[in-house]
């Protein structure tokens, strides 16, 4: 702050300042714009004329503009059921991850529990060390969980990362604020749950849509776990569809459905609004974990 | 006595009360994390997917010798071991940039122009890579915009299909990774350089050092702690490359070129079900990264004082 004032007083900048300052300007608005374009051109294409798309004519606004793919892509088999799924593995996921975390991290906070220091490092070292893909695998199918809406959610329940956000943050309350309602009576429980997550919802806000991401993002545990086709999520279907094109290369005709496709729908048309759908939630939520994340990456860059 | 006897007690009870109510997620930690050790086994058994371990012939080591006596094996391990090393240590020379990003955009002046800058390009790190496959497809596939403005230019021969190519596979992906992570990775820099004194600003300033003489002498000094702390947590991560990127863009073309040590172990395990090898090769993966964490682990204590434990 006060370094501007100073400058500012200066008024005349230098030589040195100017080319500076247009060098940083140029770079950094090449760099934006590289990273803007690709989500405003899927956007501008999917009301656009596809034909046009698929000619190269849409590049820096839509031709044509209609909202038909929007319209008709949910007629797509198995879509709406696969965004269903993609929605409740998100919210209930996040909330259960959310809260079995903030419990953990709570009770971590607690110095005299009976052992603390070794469950606490045998909790932290998972982040490090897994008994690699296909034990866990193994592990996962032993317990049923294969082909099953709860291997989304369990696995994950115990978010170490997040765990640790939310302990550091419990850490710097001041103890006095929990006390006051001991000399009251309130057991851990009541502690927890009247007290400490009302006062940590920053925190817990910012913890939430981090795991919200996760769970949204996440195709391979559909990858590896699931053969039914009602349990897919959105981002499965849109890999699906991808890997579909890719074996059937370039604009030979393949299936997706096509029964339920008699109407407008071209390939591209389908592929880029299902990417649309799967990426505008991510773009309206991105906003409010931008308002979080400084916070949240400084504590996690302390813990490594 | 009798009194001091009870609130003993009483405090013991409390510290078990503690550990019983944590009880029930750390079982979750356990069940999910340290139970599928027990899969580690199947290393040591010539598994046939479908049939029960107990059928299956104990061969001890055997599995480990083939993974690096047999010709194919272990042709196959140095490859995919060629792939996360080749890419990896191609992103480590990446590694300066966030932290020269977030120099160059602290010294702007506009709020604004920072502003906008930071949200826009943090956006990539929260797409999946399913999302950026379908993004680049557009973009840079065999019909995407890039080879049809080409075709259209009447330069047929300039047409490159970016993503089935088995060129510079290792650079496409790092630069993917960049275009993806470079904002978010230069937060933790924005943090640390609005934590730096002021003070040794104003004194340069006043004697005469320009705005680049500060950057050099001042701010980049003070960056190089956080830089290396990063560095060499990212040691203990090495081997974890994770599969979403190397699944969503792989394909029969650059196979070869693409498939890490992770994706190597998903192939060989739910590919082509040859669980035993696939268990090996991830016993041998787990441990050495383990060795890496602790490695990195111990440095960081010693260099900075700050370690994980």
Redesign the interface.
Known sequence: ????V??KKKKKW?R??KI??AV??I??GI??L???Y??Y??LI?TVSNSQMV???KV?LWPEGIHFRNYMEIFKVQNLGNAAMISVFRTVIGTTASLL?SA??AY??T?E?????KL?Y????I?M?????????????QM?HLTNTFWIYI??G??S?YNMILIKTSIESMPAELEESAFLDGAG??KRFIHIVLPLQKPILATVALFIA?GH?????TT??YITDTKLYTL?YL??EL?NQ??AA???IEYEVNSQALASALTPTGI??T??AI??IP??IV??F??KF??KG??IG???? | MKNLISADRR?KW??????L??LP??A??F??????????S?AFFQYKPGKSLFDSAFVGLENFKVLFGNVVMRKNLIRVLQNTFGIHLLGYLFTPLPMLFAI??S???GTK?KK??Q??????N???W??L???????FG??G?VN??F??MGAEHQVVDFL?SNKHVWLTQVLLQQ?KG??WSS??Y??AIAGLD?EL??AA?VDGA???KRIWYITIPQLIP?YF??LI?SI??FLNTG??QY??FG?ALNKARIEVL?LY??NL??GSGQ?SF??AV??M??LV??AL?FFA?TI?KKVRG????
Not at chain 1, 128 to 140: D, E, Q, R, T, W
Not at chain 2, 14 to 19: E, I, W
Not at chain 2, 119 to 124: A, E, G, N, V
């Open positions: 702050m006060a370094m501007t100073a400058v230098s040195e300042d500076f300052h940083v300007y770079i950094f760099f934006t590289l990273c803007a690709p989500f051109y899927l294409c698929d000619m190269g590049i079995a419990y953990m009770l971590f607690k005299n529990m009976w052992k603390r469950w490092r045998m909790t932290v998972t490090y060390f897994s008994a690699g893909m296909i034990p866990v695998y193994l592990n996962n317990l369990l696995p329940l115990v170490v851990y429980l991401v949204w993002n996440d195709f391979f990858k590896l981002q849109l890999y991808l094109i890719q290369s370039q604009q592929r880029l299902l990417t799967v990426t991510i773009m991105y906003p974990i931008q994340y400084v990456i400084m860059a302390v813990k490594g | 405090k409390n510290d078990v009360k503690l550990f109510l944590v997620v750390l979750v930690v069940l999910f994390s340290y139970a599928p050790l027990w899969g580690w199947f160059m955009l010294e702007v002046r122009f906008v800058v949200s826009i390009t943090t956006l990539p929260f797409i999946s399913v999302i496959f379908s993004l680049t497809t557009s973009l065999a019909s915009l049809t403005i075709k259209g089935t275009w470079l904002g937060i933790i924005f943090a002021q600003f104003e300033q320009g705005r680049l956080t702390v990063l947590m203990g991560n599969v979403d699944l969503a394909n992770d172990v998903y395990g739910v669980i696939s268990v991830g016993i993966k787990s990264a383990f964490f682990n960081s700050t370690s994980v434990f």
